[in-house]
């Protein structure tokens, strides 16, 4: 059900249920009435999500590459610089500063390339 939710929040209700009905080689009533929560609650999930965000940004640095399933751009918390090619780059700098690293220039000329 959580991937189930998950995929319904990234691509709409229909689209989970219909997976959910294609992960499962017969169908019953207990899985009609899963998705029937599903078509209640992916909708109830997607109005608390800030409007804006994208889902699955890239979060690498040389140590470790990470995925966050949505993130909203906030320039009142943290500034979003962007290269050229539209790379969230100072999520180096943010990362680096979450684990008390002070940030250097090495790291965010990297997340550039």
Do not use: C
Request: hydrophobic letters at 40%.
């Amino acid at each position: 059900m959580g991937t189930a939710v998950y995929t319904g929040i990234e691509t709409g209700v229909e689209t989970a249920v219909n997976e959910y009905f294609m992960s499962y080689p017969i169908i019953t009533d207990q899985h009609f009435d899963e998705a029937m929560k599903l078509e209640y609650v992916i909708p109830k999930a997607v109005e608390l999500l800030p409007p804006g965000g994208e889902f699955e940004i890239e979060l690498s640095t040389p140590d470790m590459i990470a995925y966050l399933d949505y993130l909203v751009p906030r320039k009142d918390i943290i500034s979003l610089d962007t290269d050229d090619s539209g790379e969230w780059i100072a999520f180096v700098q943010f990362i680096n500063n979450f684990n008390g690293f002070v940030p250097i220039q090495e790291d965010v000329d990297e997340a550039k390339n």
